[in-house]
């Protein structure tokens, strides 16, 4: 298990910025994939993106293409989420998770840790 805290979240006009942090412990980072999923409400859990262990190879959600940046940085355990040109409809609560597998990946199912999310309101 890895334990995972999330912050940089808030509330920011449409068309603004915000950066995501997760900060992980309790397993070696640098050999699992690491993700960002979001859930707004009354909707389920939707995968915004993932990185695999190098920070090579990502993957984004066709919604956020063009818009959110995901990177990481091993040496300090952290991964995060640039987002710009924030639109309304990404406000939800936004969860980091790590993954069982290296690789990116687009699959819920493999990520094993959850933190506990931080949220984040788009207003118009």
């Known amino acids: 298990q890895v334990q995972l805290v999330e912050s940089g979240g808030g509330l920011v006009q449409a068309g603004g910025s915000l950066r995501l942090s997760c900060a992980a412990s309790g397993r070696t980072f640098s050999r699992y994939a690491m993700g960002w999923f979001r859930q707004a409400p009354g909707k389920e859990r939707e995968f915004v993106a993932s990185i695999d262990w190098s920070g090579g190879s990502t993957s984004l959600a066709d919604s956020v293409k063009g818009r959110f940046t995901i990177s990481r940085d091993n040496a300090k355990n952290r991964v995060y989420l640039q987002m710009n040109s924030l639109k309304v409809e990404d406000t939800a609560v936004y969860y980091c998770?790590?993954?069982?597998?290296?690789?990116?990946?687009?699959?819920?199912?493999?990520?094993?840790?959850w933190g506990q999310g931080t949220q984040v309101t788009v207003s118009s």
């Open positions: 998770a790590a993954s069982q597998t290296s690789t990116a990946t687009i699959r819920t199912s493999l990520f094993d840790s």
